[in-house]
């Protein structure tokens, strides 16, 4: 029964070790077979891809900040937009109490 354990374990470890064989003898050949030229193609095509996703990364940042505060801009306008209304109308108001009074005063002179 131990035997049997022991050749089950040896042969999950040949075939573990049959995949690592294949899978660094293929890296070995595939890197092997490069030149030093397309070694440096490769490393700058990586680092271009890396660049971009960064640069993605932060230009979506960069436009929910934006956003964010145009938003707030906006909000801030309105309120101002409210506010000048609002004085627009008690200007008319005062105005017309004004009238009113020197309407007064220039009967009560006549």
């Given at each position: 029964?131990?035997?049997?354990?022991?050749?089950a374990t040896d042969a999950t470890i040949a075939?573990?070790?049959?995949?690592?064989?294949?899978?660094?003898?293929?890296?070995?050949?595939?890197?092997?077979?490069?030149?030093?030229?397309?070694?440096?193609?490769?490393?700058?095509?990586?680092?271009?891809?890396?660049?971009?996703?960064?640069?993605?990364?932060?230009?979506?940042?960069?436009?929910?900040?934006?956003?964010?505060?145009?938003?707030?801009?906006?909000?801030?306008?309105?309120?101002?937009?409210?506010?000048?209304?609002?004085?627009?109308?008690?200007?008319?108001?005062?105005?017309?109490?004004?009238?009113?009074?020197?309407?007064?005063?220039?009967?009560?002179?006549?």
């Amino acid at each position: 029964m131990r035997e049997l354990a022991e050749m089950a374990t040896d042969a999950t470890i040949a075939t573990a070790a049959n995949k690592v064989t294949v899978f660094g003898g293929g890296a070995v050949f595939l890197i092997g077979g490069l030149t030093v030229n397309e070694v440096a193609a490769l490393g700058g095509l990586v680092l271009a891809a890396v660049s971009m996703l960064i640069q993605m990364l932060y230009t979506r940042r960069s436009n929910r900040r934006q956003e964010a505060a145009d938003e707030r801009q906006a909000a801030a306008d309105e309120r101002q937009r409210i506010s000048d209304a609002a004085r627009e109308v008690r200007e008319l108001e005062e105005h017309a109490v004004r009238m009113a009074v020197l309407r007064k005063k220039g009967e009560s002179n006549v």
